[in-house]
């Protein structure tokens, strides 16, 4: 492994976690809430206002986006390979420890866990193969938004093309079984590899997102195109990203998956790549504020080799050591 990829993987969960507990307080937000009550977020908050979290939290108290990727870098040091039975049982083990909350519509669920998740875990818990637990139909953001060590490792072991997108596919069906999810996996995995390997490709990683959600809707044969559709406006590189253009051509929330990517990788471009700038950028859009935190918080890392610029209580993470311990692990496990 080169340098610049152990740069990368050695500090890839503590950056998705402060992109995640940036986001966490204003989760579900509208941007016009945000700009109401905050301003312009530019520092980590009490989660005090996010309804799930409920009691004695921490500043930088982070959430399930976290939580899943923790679980699959350690399926991936586990097993020193990718082994999907590995994946599950840390799963289950972080499904095991996450207490159930009751929303306002009365529905009990785990907290911070979406339906897809949760569904799948326990239906791989009561005996069902992986490849069968998916969700039918899933397409919330569930598999990208823990995606980023997986894309590390397959990227640091040398995996060749076909092998990843085989492995990404079955990693996508455990937990959310849609043509939507298999693509936007693969592309944000592509992504997230041409960041890691390439230089100069802030401004043309849209262009180039576009571009692989099209071969994929291809090779999938994905005949409705919406992953395509919601990247066609980050495919034109002439001018400069704005909050308004990224607005104005989402759905402004981010909770399905092809949102997801569409305002993640427009707040990314926006911020040139500025681990600091992408996130705040992103959380200040409002929606799924901690996914699109962590999401772009993973992307501008592997953009930068690392946080090159970090927030001035980037150590306010919750379990910021241990975050730092198993980031380390990963990097050395994939070497």
């Not at 097993?79 to 039975?85: L, P």
């Not at 937990?175 to 041409?194: F, G, I, K, M, P």
């Not at 051509?249 to 040139?272: H, R």
């Not at 209580?313 to 050591?321: G, I, K, N, R």
Request: net charge negative.
């Amino acid at each position: 492994m080169n340098k610049r990829l152990r740069a990368i993987g050695e500090q890839l969960l503590p950056a998705i976690a402060y992109g995640d507990a940036a986001g966490l307080p204003v989760e579900t937000k509208s941007r016009a809430y945000i700009q109401e009550h905050y301003g312009k977020l530019d520092r980590l908050l009490p989660v005090s206002e996010n309804p799930f979290y409920v009691g004695d939290f921490d500043t930088g108290t982070w959430s399930d986006d976290t939580q899943l990727s923790l679980a699959v870098s350690r399926a991936l040091i586990r097993a020193r390979r990718f082994d999907m039975q590995a994946i599950a049982e840390e799963h289950v083990k972080e499904y095991a420890s996450t207490p159930q909350i009751t929303k306002p519509s009365g529905q009990v669920i785990k907290r911070g866990w979406g339906g897809s998740t949760t569904h799948s875990i326990e239906r791989y818990m009561q005996g069902t193969d992986t490849a069968a637990c998916g969700e039918v139909g899933g397409a919330g953001n569930g598999v990208i938004m823990k995606l980023a060590p997986l894309a590390f490792w397959l990227v640091a072991t040398s995996a060749d093309k076909d092998e990843a997108y085989q492995n990404l596919d079955a990693f996508t069906t455990f937990t959310h079984n849609s043509v939507e999810a298999q693509v936007t996996t693969r592309v944000h995995y592509d992504t997230l590899r041409r960041l890691m390997v390439s230089s100069d490709t802030v401004r043309t990683i849209g262009a180039f997102a576009y571009m692989r959600a099209v071969a994929h809707e291809d090779m999938l044969h994905d005949n409705d195109h919406v992953t395509s559709r919601a990247l066609t406006y980050l495919s034109d590189t002439s001018g400069t990203m704005t909050d308004q253009a990224i607005l104005a051509n989402t759905d402004g929330k981010g909770f399905y998956v092809p949102e997801t990517l569409a305002m993640a990788y427009g707040a990314f471009m926006a911020a040139n790549g500025d681990y600091t700038d992408s996130v705040y950028t992103a959380v200040n859009l409002g929606g799924d504020t901690d996914s699109l935190g962590s999401i772009v918080g993973s992307m501008s890392v592997c953009a930068n080799a690392g946080v090159t610029r970090k927030p001035r209580d980037f150590a306010q993470t919750s379990e910021y050591f241990m975050l730092n311990s198993v980031s380390r692990e990963l990097a050395s496990a994939a070497n």
